[in-house]
């Protein structure tokens, strides 16, 4: 019991630091999602998502063993589900990851990579309040395989090749534009030219 409240009261000290640390910079930068998270914010938000996760989760070894057919499954799954924001190479660079407060992290870097396959894990299933991240799993943990093989890709992204990442743009997701765009070449190229000449995007 004497743990529990040691762990309760951390948690609560660093909640009441972090929101004292950040009404300050507030007072002084505002609420804009386009600056970067200060070291403090970065810090206590590192530090809270730790002790977040239970210990038990946090030593759960990974029960998918790694294998080619693995990595290529977790692959298609990341460019549909998870490149959108973090990127296909897991760089974050996409104009909604970077629209985020906080950015999206670089998959790639020790801060991702340091953690622990149940770490990663768990923010895959469970998500992570008052950011970005969805939470990915369905059912209970001991049946979410699919989070289980994207921590092997996770692993794998700091050596991706130029040729899996050029693979990984044909499973990406498409939008309307773009299916109504191939869906008119298409057409053009059968030589039916009864639908309009496709108009370029234009920002005013």
Excluded at 32 to 47: L, N
Excluded at 88 to 111: E, V
Aim: with cysteine; glycine share 10%.
């Amino acid at each position: 019991m004497a743990n529990k409240t040691k762990f309760a009261l951390g948690i609560l000290g660093l909640i009441v630091l972090g929101g004292i640390s950040s009404g300050w910079f507030i007072l002084g930068r505002g609420f804009s999602a386009k600056d970067d998270p200060t070291a403090v914010e970065v810090f206590i938000a590192r530090r809270v998502r730790s002790l977040a996760t239970p210990r038990g989760d946090r030593d759960a070894n990974n029960p998918v063993a790694k294998s080619p057919e693995v990595i290529s499954e977790a692959m298609a799954h990341f460019a549909d589900h998870c490149a959108s924001c973090h990127a296909n190479d897991g760089s974050g660079d996409t104009s909604l990851g970077k629209g985020l407060y906080p950015k999206t992290p670089d998959l790639r870097r020790a801060a991702t990579q340091n953690l622990t396959d149940g770490e990663l894990f768990y923010i895959i299933h469970n998500g992570i309040r008052l950011t970005g991240m969805p939470a990915f799993g369905q059912g209970p943990p001991d049946q979410d395989m699919d989070s289980w093989k994207l921590v092997h890709f996770i692993r794998f992204l700091p050596g991706i090749t130029s040729e899996e990442l050029e693979k990984m743009k044909e499973m990406n997701p498409v939008s309307r534009h773009e299916m109504e765009e191939e869906e008119a070449i298409r057409k053009f190229l059968a030589g039916d030219d009864s639908q309009p000449a496709i108009e370029g995007h234009k920002h005013d």
